[in-house]
């Protein structure tokens, strides 16, 4: 008998059919003895609906209030679930993430999960029932309702799976497995049968949105290994696991885009030390997280000093350089919403050369004129006009040799 948490996204369970098509593989994985814990999303598209009508109620809603709201989305499917499994005869019970003990710290619309006291779950479990638990949230020291950030019900899964040690932890969504690059961009991507937690991380990190980060970040803490799969078929899909002698060894396993980043310039900044912390200062208390800086010297004792946020952060971010620019005496800030981040990843990156020389190629191949460029061990990105993302991704697949003949 093994212990399986499954989780199952918003296509997956869009409507009451695809619900009980669910229910058929909960069921059958209970029938054959397994204990079984379901990590559900809300239907697909409720979350940004629950957006929008809080901004059509209030233009900056209030953040606990708006966890509340948003944390309905998946209190629907898991009842919904729930009353499917008993209508057919199985035990089954239905928890909020509180009831499930998922305890978060107080920041709402992306609390972290301190810890999980799966207790009453687990109960559940050994009286023979099926356990449906609401994605995406938790509940903070003041027994508020918290929400885990966009894509949260995986880390949701992922926690649960790592407190009850569950044997294994499947991330069910709307396509086969990790990808090369997203599917959805690029047709010619190929499934990847087995990737590192490194490089999932990376991955995620730089936009590929089939894992939450934070779900790749628990399950490599817990070892939890993740079987990320289709819910509309029965294949193997990729296993997220330790790296190994016997992985693919690709210098580059994926391509990633990132649509979500704004660039902010302030012009002719005086060269002296301090200034970055002036500028970096105040982002930093207003939790603001910049991802790429550049710093681009003038002669004259200037400099133009460039950095990279989120589109959630970026009204915010400017308003903050705007105030730093005129006290430290900038010319003028400029800004860019229209942007992307392409990147390469893998692994073998830490053991060969000429990636970045092969990367830049392929982009200067179809024109494509790149704004910033960062590095890690296992990746390179470049900032690029959003315009182009697709052509880049398409371009830099082929480049290197990930193509398949699909
Ligand atoms: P769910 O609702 O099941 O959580 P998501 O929409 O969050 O699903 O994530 C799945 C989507 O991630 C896919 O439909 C795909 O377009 C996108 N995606 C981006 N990069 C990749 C990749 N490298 N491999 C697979 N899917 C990817
Ligand atoms: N429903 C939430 C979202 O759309 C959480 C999730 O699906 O994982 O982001
Ligand atoms: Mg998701």
Known sequence: MAL???KYGGTSVADIQRISRVADRVIKAHEAGDQMVVVLSAMAGVTDKLISLARQ????????????????????TAALMAILLKSRGYKARSF????????TDQTPGKARILDIDAQKVKKALDQGHICVVAGFQGADNNGDIT???RGGSDTSAVAIAASLKADVCEIFT??????????????????????SYEEMLEMAVLGAKVLQIRSVDFAKKYNIPLHVRSSFNEEDGTMVVNESADMESAVVSGITCDMNETRITLKRVPDQPGISAKIFGPLADAEIMVD????????GGETDLTFTVT???????LQISEAVAKEVGAEEVLSAKDIAKVSVIGLGMKSHSGVAATMFKALAEENINIR???????????????????????????????????
């Open 4 to 6: 399986r948490v499954q």
């Open 57 to 76: 109620a209030a233009i900056t809603p209030d953040k606990r209030e708006l966890d509340v709201l948003l944390a309905t989305g998946e209190q629907t």
């Open 96 to 103: 909020l993430g509180f009831q499930a003990g998922i305890h």
């Open 147 to 149: 929400t885990l950030g």
């Open 174 to 195: 709307d396509v086969d497995g990790v990808y090369t690059t997203d599917p959805r961009i690029c047709a010619k991507a190929r499934k990847i049968d087995r990737i």
């Open 292 to 299: 790429m800086i550049i710093q681009n010297t003038r002669t």
């Open 311 to 317: 589109k959630d952060d970026f009204d915010r971010a």
């Open 372 to 406: 910033l460029i960062s590095t890690s061990e296992i990746r390179i990105s470049c900032v690029i006009l959003a315009k182009y993302a697709e052509l880049a991704v398409r371009a830099l697949h082929a480049a290197f040799g990930l193509d398949g003949d699909n």
